[in-house]
């Protein structure tokens, strides 16, 4: 059973604020992955790691930082939050190996920016 | 650079109908090919695979999908839509190792299914 987990699974929050949206897995993965997807539209990385004490930037370019202190956790924190970065983020993670193989998703994190 | 096409942003078939969802891949490399399964408001699920060896790939809920290497396609289909099948389908190319093992997404294909 793969269990990856995202909290808070929804977030109403007003402009300014500082967020951290949570995301844990306990299958050991070193690779995880964070998305961004708006409604009804592709997903775009924005920020993966290989393994401890390792970050990366993604394709989409992000105002959100990304930290991997821990293999299981990789949260992603949003120092001001804007109405621009009302969207859907999602948390994924996958087995080593050359290619990214499956990867398994959270159930992800709806923020809306107020 | 690998990329990914989905034909088609929104499919409609009735209960019952085939379901036939295309993607058309482009890869420098021998290509990892994925479909996955969105509902409402949750994360993606995976439904199929390809790898290496057969090229008609059998996956969960009883979506199937052939590798076609000579078409770059790899087309998602099922015999009999039923209702529970409506959601976003995503099709997608392992990006290989000089792309840091990323999956490229295709932009989605909605399924609705009509009674």
Redesign the interface.
Known sequence: EAD?Y?TPRYLVIGTGKKITLECSQTMGHD?M?WYQQDP????H?IH?S?GVNST?K??LSSESTVSRIRTEHFPLTLESARPSHTSQY?C?S?EP????????????T?LTVT | AQSVTQLGSHVSVSEGALVLLRCNYSSSVPP?L?W?VQYP??????LL?YTTGATLVKGINGFEAEFKKSETSFHLTKPSAHMSDAA?Y?CAV????NQ????I????T?LSVKP
């Open positions: 990856i995202q690779k992955y009804g539209m592709e997903l990385l993966y290989y990366e993604g394709d999602l994924a996958s190996g050359p290619g990214s193989g499956e990867q398994y998703f959270g159930p992800g709806r | 990892y994925f996955y408001n949750q994360g993606l699920q995976l695979k976003e995503f392992d990006g290989g190792s840091g093992g990323k999956l997404f295709g932009q989605g909605e």
